[in-house]
């Protein structure tokens, strides 16, 4: 088959099942393995050369680590070295001893338990990564730490592969070369790569951006990652540390992010193609003449990895819910494992029936894994659910003058304001996990959900002079805000909303005040813009003030026809040209309405 006909084959497995499995919430990582499975060897047999596949398509896990390491400057990876040595250290040797020792508690020898153990503790860079920007999770506090722990154990790969023939040495079988003069040239393969890069690559970069030919520079940026992979590819280590070593080396330099616009594209579509590959590779052979023992061998893998992980969690700060989080992500084995095991085969240190084993059970492992973090995302909501027993925390509070219902961003902002003024509140939140958080850091807050009168009753709502309406949530909101206005009229509320269509319903109910959460920062950012493009200071402010006034009118006129799309797109195009008359009506007069007594100079007075 040609390689025209093979594209065409695996673009058509992409289009067909993955766009379903995003639609059926089970994530793109799935369908792209489910594509692997269909047209692979086991099933329709469109494609059966599977190892020269999967060697090319490691070119998407390639660009992968690249732009990784695009984001993160050298000066970010020195303050995350806690995180990277220290969870990731202790994760992959706690996770390699115990998964060690089951392999010797099986009969493996102690070297062939060994490889076994840290081989599986590895987990897949590319599937968590993957799931986490697909769930905009990679700037969370498990997030991160997920990062970390990928980032020591694609760091540890190094080390490993240098220990195997040590390993063959120590077990009498043939290795080849001297493990000793191999481990020197990779450390100076590696020192030569930062040095290099730090001298040669910016200049580089420079002299080709002058020729202003967008594809040579796409071209130059991936011979950079393919000639870094390939150097450290040949001296027997991994391609992706390479790719991440460059990646860093250009993270502070001015080209980072068109570097990373041009990568990107080949990146998601090899990526794509390695997970196809994967999915191919499974030997669905394997699993129906043993189910039992890969079944067990999956669960008891991903069960043993979860259980650590979660208590590492634990151990070093994260909610439990964020410790859950972080097991859920990283229990499966990675892709770093089938390099490990296969040149553990190739030393004779690993029998080629228990490698082929292993990898089946890393694949299905990295195929469970959408599964697993639905089933976490499952449990999260069950347990946020309230108990009947402790619906909310008992409240001492006895003279506040405020409510804060939902203590985020916006709620401990207007907490923290109170303080500095010594006025006494009530914080509600709904959240256990977010109280759990906001109390290590030394703030008052009671667990409870703000729409159930019995808790707005034992807040002594009734006493308050006002309520802060701060939930998120825009359903929760509403029902907050229903509650109140029925239940204690006297008391006035002060609301956030999160876009027009929430504050349009808040109006419904009769709140007043009503702050949109990202409308004042916004004007303020459109100042600054405007300024930044040459306009003078009071040009701006006044253009932005007139603005804003005409958009606060716009909101409440659309109230009445909030419910009529029609209506709605009709008055939103009457209130743009309605604005941009009155941008253009007198300037003085639009001043004096606006700034009063304050002087307005006109473009002829400045100049």
Known sequence: MSPLAQAAIFLTAAVATVPLFRKLKLGAVLGYLAAGVIIGPWVLKLVTDVESILHFAELGVVLLLFIV?????PSRLWILRKSVFGLGGVQVVVTGFVLGLAGMAIGLSWSSALVMGLGLAMSSTAFV??????RNQLTSR??????????????SVIPLLALIPLLAIDTGT???????????????????????GRLLLRPVFQAIAQSHIQEIFTAAALLVVIGVSLLMAGVGLSMSLGAFLAGVLLADS????????????????????????????????????KPLVVIGAVIGLMATKAGILFVIGKLSGHSTESARNLAAALSQ?????????????????????????????????????????????????WLAKPKTDETFDTIDEDNSQVIIAGFGRVGQIVARVLVLKKIPFTALDASPEQVETVRRFGSKVYFGDASRLDLLTAAKTDQAKLFVLAIDDVESSIRTAEMVTRHFPDVKIYARARNRFHAHRLMDLGVELIERETFLSSLDLAEQVLKALGVTGWEAQETVARFKLHDEKTLIRQHAVYHDESQLIQTSKQAAQELQGLLESDTQEASTELLGDRPVFSPSDVR
């Open 142 to 155: 498990y997030g991160r730490s997920s990062f970390a722990i990928l980032l020591f154990q694609d760091l």
């Open 333 to 381: 084995g990675g892709e770093f494992a089938f390099v490990l095991f296969g040149v553990a085969a190739g030393h004779r240190i690993m029998d080629q029936s228990l490698m082929d084993l292993l990898v089946v059970v890393v694949t299905l492992s990295m195929a469970a894994t959408p599964v697993a973090l639905a089933l976490n995302d499952a449990l999260s909501r």
């Open 129 to 134: 990564l993957q799931a986490l920007a697909e």
């Open 254 to 289: 001015e080209f980072r992010h068109e570097l990373e616009a041009n990568i990107e594209p080949f990146k998601g579509l090899l990526l794509g193609l390695f997970f196809i590959s994967v999915g191919m590779s499974v030997d669905l052979g394997l699993i129906a003449s």
């Open 174 to 196: 043939e290795a080849h070369g001297n493990p000793w003069v191999s481990a020197v040239v990779a450390v100076a393969v590696i020192a030569l790569v930062i040095a290099g």
């Open 69 to 73: 390491g695009l984001e993160l400057q």
